[in-house]
């Protein structure tokens, strides 16, 4: 059986705040104990806010800007807003780079941790020793996905838990062999923990029982992981990025001066 639940009684989290003892005291104060093999998924907001990373930004664009490392795809939404799919410091492809506006002091937002899964780390070491038990700890953002509409949260950090079940070689029912069956059960549990988490509850932090399994030693490959690498990335542009690109090289092998607007017009 899977049991998810938030955690209550976390405060709200300002730079400098000790996560390890708030999230042991709810721990302590809550009706349902934690168990060995139990999984803590902890949205990335409260991390960040912990470790200061506040930016002052009078303009959320300029501090997208600074975190991005690589340009996907550029939209201009019908409200004249411009939407960027960047890939950025860490590696991930996302929307906006991770930067978050919401919930953040005015003038200021919010940008990811340094190092999710350093993070995740920290955080499970700490739970571990202060309730002397062995646990996972799973970082959480909201992330959109290519072909699908809506968001889904998404692991960015992981320690001792095990986020992707490779089940390669293995058989199925029928006695074929696994070739590519990868599950990416980080993904997985972090999607799962929002459904009692939410986004707007004040509830940052859920409890998965159910997937001991999957905990193991703090050595285990964090969510870094689970980012597919560039030579392996069959989506790295946005379609009309990568028609641009293509032309141009065309043209610059070719002498052509401009690339034609893909619709004709």
Do not use: H
């Amino acid at each position: 059986m899977l049991q998810i639940w938030a955690l209550p009684g976390i405060p709200e989290i300002t730079s400098g705040t000790d996560l390890v003892g708030v999230i042991s005291d709810a721990v302590l104060a809550s009706a349902a104990a934690l168990e060995e093999g139990d999984i803590l998924v902890v949205t990335s907001k409260i991390v960040s806010k912990a470790e200061g990373r506040f930016v002052e930004a009078s303009d959320r664009e300029d501090a997208i800007t600074a975190e991005t490392v690589r340009v996907v795809a550029t939209r201009t939404t019908p409200n004249g807003s411009t939407t960027r799919i960047v890939e950025n410091r860490l590696g991930m492809v996302s929307a906006a780079a991770g930067v978050d506006a919401s919930n953040t002091p005015q003038g200021t937002v919010l940008l990811l941790p340094v190092d999710p899964d350093a993070s995740a780390r920290a955080l499970a070491a700490g739970l571990r020793e202060r309730l002397g038990i062995r646990l996972g700890v799973l970082i959480s953002d909201t992330l959109g996905r290519a072909w699908r509409e809506g968001q889904t949260d998404c692991a960015i950090g992981a320690a001792g838990v095990e986020v992707i079940d490779d089940l390669r070689g293995q058989t199925d029912a029928d006695g074929r062999p696994l070739v590519v069956s990868m599950p990416c059960v980080g993904d997985e549990l972090a999607s799962a923990a929002d459904l009692v988490k939410g986004k707007a509850a004040g509830l940052p932090v859920a409890v998965i029982r159910g997937r001991a399994d999957l905990v193991g030693s703090l050595d285990l490959p964090g969510a870094r992981s689970i980012i597919r690498p560039a030579e392996r990335d069959m989506f790295r542009l946005g379609a009309d990025e990568a028609y641009a690109e293509g032309f141009a090289a065309g043209a610059a092998a070719g002498g052509a001066s401009a690339a034609p607007a893909r619709d004709g017009s």
